[in-house]
């Protein structure tokens, strides 16, 4: 059930200006001379929609893939001050999307609101980083696994291209925290996950799923025991270029 490709996204969030190309620039450095046999790794940037044109313009790098953070869900130009939509965001340069954050849940994004992202998204053919993740409430209460399936048959339909879905479960209470899932917890969860996801909607392969919470360089080398995980969504660390670096190169150790 393991996916071989290995991802490796920075979730940049308020975070940037035309000075921090330099950032981008190391890691795609870093990226284009690290070599491991039989390893395989994808790099993905998801950066302000401020950076996202000039970003793409000047980093031209195989190496490192641009992304955005959101997007607005109607598909055409439209009545929406402040929004941007998955074609605004496509036509400067992105290639992934996070949809379905935490972050923004907690400013009121249902399900039924990030299906339609999700749907806008898709039209487009952008990448989407889906996200799903208990609260410590529900954790707490034992809803993990009931509070993850709602959120993915709410968001998902059957009729999506699913191969442009990747999943990042990043439970709520790991963010920003320093607090991680026991390994044995997210063997179950990231299992559950791929099982359930391909009985749902009839899928011959499992979907891609990331983790995401608290990632840093000292603790990445506790998820590379976990075969299932097909990678990282990596929040604060990944401003940094040292750090994320040091994640892949020790993920790799």
């Not at 179950?188 to 499992?206: A, E, L």
Request: hydrophobic share 35%; with cysteine.
């Amino acid at each position: 059930m393991t996916n071989t490709l290995k991802y490796f996204i920075g979730n940049w969030k308020m975070f940037g200006d035309f000075n921090s190309l330099k950032i981008a620039n190391q890691i795609s450095n870093f990226s284009r001379h690290f070599k491991k046999k039989g390893k395989k790794y994808k790099v993905v940037l998801c950066v302000p929609h401020t950076l996202l044109n000039y970003f793409n313009e000047k980093l031209k790098s195989k190496f490192v893939s641009i992304g955005a953070q959101n997007c607005h869900y109607y598909q055409n130009y439209g009545p929406y001050t402040g929004s941007i939509n998955a074609n605004m965001i496509k036509k400067v340069g992105a290639k992934y999307v996070i949809l379905g954050h935490s972050e923004n849940r907690i400013e009121g994004e249902t399900n039924h609101l990030i299906k339609k992202k999700i749907e806008s998204a898709i039209n487009q053919k952008l990448n989407i980083i889906f996200c799903i993740g208990e609260t410590a409430k529900e954790k707490k209460r034992g809803k993990t696994f009931l509070t993850i399936m709602k959120q993915i048959k709410g968001s998902i339909s059957k009729k999506y291209d699913l191969n442009k879905i990747i999943i990042a479960y990043e439970p709520v209470w790991s963010i920003g925290t320093g607090k991680i899932p026991k390994t044995l917890e997210l063997k179950k969860i990231f299992k559950f996950i791929k099982i359930k996801f391909k009985k749902t909607f009839k899928t011959k392969k499992p979907p891609v799923v990331l983790y995401g919470g608290s990632v840093n360089p000292n603790n990445i080398r506790i998820f590379s025991s976990i075969s299932d995980i097909d990678g990282f969504l990596i929040g604060g660390a990944s401003q940094s270029s040292k750090k994320f670096i040091d994640i892949i190169k020790n993920y790799y150790k």
